[in-house]
């Protein structure tokens, strides 16, 4: 039943996801033909002026070199909106990546725990208590072995990760599960773990990471 709540809770969560990965993706093509139409006519513009420069005056000159000027700065502008575009994109697919992160660490340990009170004293399930308080031992089943496997957030860590993903927190470590952001702008590291910072919900009002902290003492 558990599964099943929190399966559905999650697919209701990305349930808009491929329209939204979608529409941003339609909108860096479209960003894409634009810059590549603007890169046109610079070029035009500039065997233009190459052609012409000679029989051009100075304010003629200074006017066709301020328009390629602009024509650059268009091209800079749709490639900015481009790369904040993917920047959304990334961290949009990676708060869904974390949510389910979090998400299985949590059922894993509710999973241990309800076992755990049903009978079973030790986490690899190969033991039993009876009322009279001896034990039996018995050959477990795979999948309940595996289902007994304790998992915390951490354990995350251990799972296969992209090696070019960047890292956060005091711990050097890919993002997972709650984060919290340093509300200092100057901070090196940003955004930090919960349990790494002694956390377990985010604090009212600004917050910042112990190495920012000590740093405004000294001041």
């Not at 509710?110 to 039996?136: H, I, W």
Request: hydrophobic share 30%.
């Amino acid at each position: 039943m558990a599964t099943a709540i929190y399966l559905e809770h999650y697919l209701d969560s990305i349930e808009n996801l491929p329209c939204e990965l979608q529409r941003n993706f339609t909108l860096m093509r479209d960003l894409d033909n634009r810059t590549e139409e603007k890169k046109g006519e610079i070029d035009k513009l500039a065997e233009e002026y190459i052609a012409n420069v000679k029989n051009l005056a100075s304010a003629q000159r200074v006017e066709h070199l301020q328009k390629i000027q602009n024509a650059y700065s268009k091209c800079k502008e749709f490639s900015d909106d481009k790369v904040q575009l993917a920047m959304q994109t990334y961290e949009m697919v990676d708060k869904h990546i974390r949510r389910l992160d979090a998400d299985l660490a949590r059922f894993e340990n509710e999973l241990k725990e309800k076992l755990e009170q049903s009978g079973y004293e030790s986490a690899d399930g190969r033991a039993l208590k009876s009322k009279s308080g001896n034990q039996k031992t018995f050959s477990c089943d795979p999948v309940l072995s595996d289902a007994l496997l304790p998992m915390q957030p951490s354990d995350v860590l251990d799972m296969p990760v992209d090696p070019n993903e960047p890292t956060y927190c005091l711990c050097h470590q890919v993002s997972y599960g709650e984060m919290i952001g340093c509300d200092n702008p100057d901070c090196p590291i940003e955004w930090f773990h919960f349990a790494c910072v002694d956390l377990a919900t985010k604090p009212k009002g600004k917050w910042f990471c112990p190495r920012c902290t000590q740093d405004r003492k000294k001041k």
